[in-house]
């Protein structure tokens, strides 16, 4: 099938004049064309690589008998026509090849991109405020990929091409945490879309928005059991709180919309399966448009008034009243701290909502809870009434049932989920907040404020203790760790937690100062941390980005920074090594089993990191760790500080 000769062609050289041996064959791209390139005694030739059956690469094939033979089902193709043997009429385009004195040339026509369905469906999530994608391209999901790739020629979309589909997920889970809007991941069928679904669990249990797209296998063998094949609606419908197929031209963008409209109103997951035929499906002619506007109601609903008359003579008639934060009103610290000072009540947190609140304000008590502080605790049974915002009750943080409470939530589910509380209150956490900061009595309470100050100075006084104590292994202790990190971390730094000791001894030691903290809260996933860091680096790269891990969750996505490195992300990470997963082996110990299989063989990570093109640092001695931290914050890309922590200490 050779090229129309009245074609306008764009020439491309592809190599030396004696780039190939007589009787080989090769791969050349030239713009968006792949293309077997042969040289026999004829000369060169040029046809496509793409066999027209199932589209084995013929530029891996060999020649036969003057014939180009493809390596999957051994069809034959003319070097030069592109024309079969035997007047078949299944020929692969052919194309123009000159020797030049500096090389050899190949023509293609001059085309321009024609528009297809998924560029469509790519130009309403990036209308609807999407804007990152973090994926991984594959054989089941190029056509999407090639509108992806558009969107970012067009400076439209950003594409991170990370090494784990699983560390997609987590980083767009991260994004959200830290901006509440959604961005995208984005895998092939089979094993690519199914090593989505952990941080999409971690999305959807912490009510934040994701959109998470999918490959799937050709519909025309979708069924007896293909490659790859794998039942994608039925995987990700517990995850997903709408998913569907694209099937058709037609509803296809109303499609995406809806995904997305979910994903936002419900924080929750948004989904689609792109089969393969679809995603090369010409563009819809005069598409329907599918903007946000007019789709999404403003959430700034306020209590109903008898509700919130009720509410406020209670404020009103306590003596000692708390504010309990959880990380649902973490959006709205300033108006926290409004109510909270005129009401002069003590702030709590949520280990979630960590920061929210700066520690060093003269009401704050940091965080309640298994991984929070005595201030937090002795503070809560101390009030005779707890306003609660946006917490969700969860054993770990442990509210006390045998205050009065008053909870406020935007989702009535949450109201009450676990237990009854004195007054359930159904409004827009912020709406509300302002409500009651309006229509209450300014109290003074120095009381209140001396009795939490004294509660820091003893708390204080004990960590401090816990930082000089030496550990019985010799390594340092990790209230030394973070009373360092405490003292250098930018006041303004993004901090993504993992699970573990480090996330027990962070919760604990480290006092936020207008730090977002970032964690897998209901999930409790391993791995977190590090890919979480990306996604808030996407989101926030004029802030400084930290994760904080020990070395069995980075263990999980360790080739992540290969990823950080590519794309120049000035994360750093704060690695406590143990040698252990030291919070299993203490959990063992509680339930009288036996400490086993918990301990881990590590590489030195510092080396690593520098073995990956970044920065690491090995910390052995207290002395060493705050100029490492000074020079890791400071450096302009990827750098990993490992301290050799205790296990045997929180």
């Known amino acids: 099938m050779p090229q129309d000769s009245s074609e306008k062609l764009v020439w491309s050289r592809v190599g030396d004049p004696?780039?190939?041996?007589?009787?080989?064959?090769?791969?050349?791209?030239?713009?968006?064309?792949?293309?077997?390139?042969?040289?026999?005694?004829e000369g060169y030739g040029a046809i496509s690589n793409r066999c027209p059956h199932q589209g084995g690469p013929l530029g891996d094939g060999f020649l036969q008998n003057g014939f180009v033979v493809c390596p999957w089902h051994a069809y034959e193709y003319h070097p030069c026509t592109g024309q079969p043997p035997g007047g078949y009429d299944d020929a692969v385009p052919a194309y123009a090849v000159e020797e030049r004195e500096d090389g050899i040339y190949i023509g293609v026509p001059e085309?321009?991109?024609?528009?297809?369905?998924?560029?469509?469906?790519?130009?309403?999530?990036?209308?609807?405020?999407?804007?990152?994608?973090f994926g991984m391209v594959g054989h089941s999901n190029l056509g999407l990929a090639d509108a992806f790739y558009q969107a970012a020629q067009d400076g439209r979309l950003r594409y991170f091409g990370i090494r784990h589909e699983g560390a997609a997920a987590f980083a767009a889970s991260g994004y959200a945490k830290l901006t509440g809007k959604p961005a995208a991941c984005f895998a092939i069928a089979g094993p690519g879309a199914t090593n989505l679904l952990t941080g999409l669990w971690d999305a959807k249990?912490?009510?934040?928005?994701?959109?998470?797209?999918?490959?799937?296998?050709?519909?025309?063998?979708?069924?007896?059991?293909?490659?790859q094949e794998v039942p994608l609606d039925k995987a990700f419908d517990a995850v997903a709180a709408w998913s569907q197929t694209v099937l058709r031209r037609e509803n296809a963008t109303e499609l995406m919309a809806l995904a997305l409209k979910h994903a936002v109103i419900k924080r929750d997951v948004g989904h689609l399966i792109f089969?393969?035929?679809?995603?090369?499906?010409?563009?819809?002619?005069?598409?329907?448009?599918?903007?946000?506007?007019?789709?999404?109601?403003?959430?700034?609903i306020t209590p109903p008034a008898n509700d919130l008359n009720r509410a406020i003579e209670m404020i009103e008639g306590a003596e000692r009243p708390g504010i309990i934060v959880g990380n649902g009103a973490r959006p709205f610290a300033n108006?926290?701290?409004?109510?909270?000072?005129?009401?002069?009540?003590?702030v709590i947190t949520t280990f979630k909502a960590k920061g929210t609140i700066p520690d060093n304000h003269p009401l704050?008590?940091?965080?309640?809870?298994?991984?929070?502080?005595?201030?937090?605790?002795?503070?809560?049974?101390?009030?005779?009434?707890?306003?609660?915002?946006?917490?969700?009750?969860?054993?770990?943080?442990?509210?006390?049932?045998k205050r009065p409470i008053i909870q406020v939530d935007f989702d009535r589910m949450m109201l009450g989920k676990f237990h009854e509380v004195t007054l359930p209150l159904w409004g827009e956490i912020g709406a509300t907040l302002e409500l009651f900061t309006e229509h209450v009595t300014q109290k003074s309470r120095p009381e209140r404020r001396s009795y939490v100050a004294r509660l820091w100075q003893n708390w204080r006084a004990d960590k401090q203790k816990r930082a000089e104590k030496p550990s019985p292994s010799g390594r340092i202790a990790n209230a030394a760790i973070f009373q360092i990190m405490n003292e250098v971390t930018p006041a303004d730094a993004v901090i993504a937690v993992d699970v573990g000791n480090n996330a027990y001894s962070f919760g604990m030691y480290f006092e936020s100062k207008q730090q977002h903290v970032l964690m897998s809260g209901y999930l409790g996933s391993i791995g977190f941390a590090f890919p979480a860091a990306m996604g808030a680096?996407?989101?926030?790269?004029?802030?400084?980005?930290?994760?904080?891990?020990?070395?069995?969750?980075?263990?999980?996505?360790?080739?992540e920074f290969t990823t950080a490195v590519k794309y120049n992300m000035p994360i750093t990470l704060i690695l406590l090594n143990n040698s252990e997963l030291a919070k299993i082996s203490r959990e063992q110990r509680g339930g009288n089993f036996h400490v086993w299989q918990t301990g881990l063989h590590?590489?030195?990570?510092?080396?690593?990191?520098?073995?990956?093109?970044?920065?690491?640092?090995?910390?052995?001695?207290?002395?060493?760790?705050?100029?490492?931290l000074e020079k890791a914050f400071a450096h302009d890309g990827p750098s990993l500080v490992e301290i050799i922590s205790a296990a045997d200490q929180l």
């Open 18 to 41: 004696d780039m190939l041996d007589v009787g080989r064959i090769t791969t050349v791209q030239v713009d968006h064309h792949t293309i077997a390139l042969t040289r026999t005694e």
């Open 111 to 133: 085309t321009e991109h024609e528009p297809t369905l998924m560029n469509q469906m790519v130009d309403v999530m990036t209308d609807w405020g999407v804007d990152t994608v």
């Open 205 to 227: 249990v912490d009510r934040v928005p994701v959109l998470a797209l999918t490959g799937q296998v050709n519909t025309q063998v979708l069924g007896p059991g293909a490659f």
């Open 275 to 300: 089969p393969d035929e679809v995603q090369t499906m010409p563009a819809v002619e005069n598409p329907t448009p599918r903007p946000q506007d007019g789709r999404i109601a403003h959430p700034q």
């Open 335 to 346: 108006e926290i701290i409004a109510l909270a000072e005129k009401l002069d009540a003590p």
């Open 364 to 401: 704050a008590c940091s965080v309640l809870g298994r991984s929070g502080t005595p201030v937090a605790s002795a503070t809560m049974m101390r009030s005779d009434l707890l306003l609660v915002f946006g917490a969700s009750f969860s054993n770990h943080t442990s509210i006390t049932q």
């Open 537 to 559: 680096w996407a989101a926030a790269p004029e802030r400084k980005i930290i994760a904080v891990a020990g070395d069995g969750g980075f263990g999980q996505y360790m080739a």
């Open 602 to 628: 590590n590489p030195n990570f510092a080396q690593f990191a520098g073995n990956c093109g970044g920065l690491g640092i090995r910390v052995e001695q207290i002395e060493q760790l705050r100029p490492a």
